[in-house]
């Protein structure tokens, strides 16, 4: 299986329709303004070589690189070049699409040469779209997905169970996919730092940190095992959300609230196209000057009343008791499952 990513990906949709910036550092974020809050969606490589990076605050940015093109978030044009590198993907002889986003897709194919089936893709996209991708070979997703960033930019990547060690077994837990800092320390607590640690170590210890499913999936990871079958079958949405930095602090209950109905409202709307019902409501919060909580509550009852929805998220923000200044909410509403249920998780070494 191939994993496909497009490399520097808004950042390389905008350079297309302004070709004065090649060559330049472009970061994407927000409204393109520095001066306000917003973090980076993506950063030209010319950008990253000033250390800015996806999820950073658009004014540490500017900092780190004073000279880039600002440029803000525009998703109806990012969806039409992303709709475009897909159909090119599906187009391609014998291929099995499996959409992971806007920029990246596993590919199954069979093929004797997968290097050169790799890059007869990369070419066919590239002509189709004036885009590059970097593209990972593996015998498993987490394979094949983590060979890519070897191959980056531009470039083909081979990993699989015979050289997964030799390449990844030195390195920390966190260069996993699906590791990240959060569960690379725990690891760390039991002794865990590296790729080998981890797949090395027996499942008992790390169903008692993780719990029975989680456990032995981190394990899987370190072995680089997981689902080694492209499955095109469409994604089914479990959740919606919507979440806003807001240039002022909140600093008042009737403006907590407020903000919270108008994220309820857009929640509401997009859970409407999918015509299910909310399940449970999750709150994000961001108290300045950054410190975030997340919260979920299961509902007594579906609902597509935003009314109820946001009343809940209020009254997990209150389950806080803190007072302080707010940057940040959000509220996302996880949604009943469809009938049949879901698919399982795309990782699942059985599927």
Not at 42 to 51: K, L, Q
Not at 166 to 189: C, Y
Not at 258 to 274: H, T, Y
């Amino acid at each position: 299986m191939l994993h496909v990513d497009m490399d520097q990906f808004l950042a390389a949709v905008e350079v297309l329709r302004r070709p004065e910036l090649a060559g330049r550092p472009v970061i994407v974020g927000g409204r393109g303004d520095p001066t306000e809050r917003a973090v980076v969606s993506t950063a030209s490589y010319e950008a990253r070589e000033f250390g800015v990076r996806s999820g950073m605050p658009l004014k540490t940015a500017a900092r780190r690189c004073p000279d880039a093109v600002f440029l803000p978030v525009d998703f109806p044009h990012y969806e039409a070049a992303s709709a475009h590198v897909m159909r090119t993907l599906r187009a391609f002889p014998g291929a099995v699409v499996e959409v992971l986003g806007w920029d990246e897709a596993f590919v199954g194919i069979d093929t004797d040469d997968p290097e050169a089936t790799a890059r007869a893709l990369q070419a066919a996209v590239l002509d189709a779209t004036r885009l590059h991708c970097s593209i990972g070979i593996g015998d498993t997703k987490v394979r094949a997905k983590t060979a890519t960033a070897f191959g980056k930019p531009r470039g083909v990547f081979r990993l699989t169970r015979d050289t997964w060690m030799d390449v990844m077994g030195d390195r920390p837990t966190t260069a996993l996919w699906g590791v990240g800092n959060r569960i690379g320390s725990r690891l760390a607590a039991l002794g865990i730092t590296t790729v080998r640690d981890l797949a090395e170590t027996p499942d008992e210890p790390l169903v008692k940190e993780f719990g029975p499913a989680t456990g032995p999936y981190i394990g899987q990871l370190g072995r680089g095992v997981s689902a080694s079958v492209v499955d095109d079958t469409p994604w089914i949405a479990r959740a919606h959300g919507r979440e806003t930095t807001y240039q002022r602090d909140l600093t008042t209950p009737e403006e907590v609230a407020a903000a919270l109905r108008a994220l309820a409202d857009q929640v509401v709307a997009d859970i409407g196209r999918e015509g299910r019902a909310c399940a449970r409501v999750h709150l994000k919060v961001r108290f300045a000057p950054f410190f975030t909580f997340t919260r979920v509550r299961k509902l007594p009852e579906p609902t597509t009343d935003p009314a109820v929805i946001a009343g809940t998220a209020l009254d997990l923000l209150h389950g806080l008791d803190d007072d302080r200044p707010i940057r940040l909410l959000g509220v996302r509403a996880e949604m009943v499952p469809p009938d049949g249920g879901y698919d399982a998780p795309s990782l699942n070494p059985h599927r």
